[in-house]
């Protein structure tokens, strides 16, 4: 069993940074990725940025240039720096692990982001 929790969510300017982290704990070893998913009220779920266990990293269309996914070197925790916040940025954001043998997805629970103009 995979535990994942974030933590750093909170209330920002507009324009500010925020960086969230995610520890995660028990059968860490399977996980091929990590990433940062987020959800506003009313949508979809949607990708924000993926780094695999070889450091390759993927952005979402709407904050590359903005945010970055990083690991620290033991990779149970992953990060995800957030520049430049912008409104339509607050959302829920939740920490995923993902297991390529078998498709297994883990969640944490989510923090929250909210972004004040």
């Known amino acids: 069993q995979v535990q994942l929790v974030e933590s750093g969510g909170g209330l920002v300017q507009a324009g500010g940074s925020l960086r969230l982290s995610c520890v995660a704990s028990?059968?860490?070893?399977?996980?091929?990725?990590m990433g940062w998913y987020r959800q506003a009220p009313g949508k979809q779920r949607e990708l924000v940025a993926v780094i695999t266990s070889d450091g390759v990293t993927n952005y979402g269309d709407s904050v590359k240039g903005r945010f970055t996914i990083s690991t620290n070197n033991a990779k149970n925790t992953v990060y995800l720096q957030m520049n430049s916040l912008k409104p339509e940025d607050t959302a829920v954001y939740y920490c995923s692990g993902h297991v390529r043998y078998g498709s297994i997805d883990y969640w944490g629970q989510g923090t929250q982001v909210t972004v004040s103009s």
């Open positions: 028990g059968t860490i070893f399977r996980i091929n990725d």
